[in-house]
């Protein structure tokens, strides 16, 4: 299948998050036949973000794209590295990587991020 679309989040349903925030997947395997990408538009409002988490089974970009955060990534002897970020800064987290992401300043943090190999659920 070939898919030849342009997207936007503003063409594409929003979703909240368990935590508050707002995501809207651009691609994914169920609309572009590729199982190897999936792409979305994230917004974590003030206060927000997510607990620290991992993706067993794929890796993922983030491209900060407005505002301000904070990123953490949990080594797995328990160590955390802390990174202050912004607009164009990326960061990268390999399967299994154990992170998170908040907004602990006064404006919403928009990101865009990019997994492989992840599926999401259906959406009507």
Not at 1 to 25: A, D, F, L, N, Q
Not at 30 to 49: C, D, E, M, R, W
Not at 56 to 85: C, M, P, W
């Amino acid at each position: 299948m070939s898919w030849t679309k342009v997207v936007s989040e503003k063409t594409v349903p929003m979703r909240k998050t368990p935590w508050g925030g707002e995501i809207h997947w651009l691609t994914y395997p169920a609309v572009t036949g590729n199982p190897y990408l999936t792409s979305a538009i994230l917004k974590i409002f003030p206060g927000q973000g997510h607990e620290p988490h991992v993706h067993e089974n794929s890796e993922e970009i983030i491209l900060i794209l407005e505002g301000a955060g904070e990123h953490r990534y949990i080594l797995e002897d328990g160590t955390e590295k802390v990174f202050q970020v912004g607009p164009g800064d990326v960061l990268w987290m390999d399967r299994g990587q154990l992170h998170s992401t908040g907004n602990k300043s006064e404006d919403v943090l928009k990101v865009f991020v990019v997994y492989t190999n992840r599926e999401i659920e259906p959406i009507k």
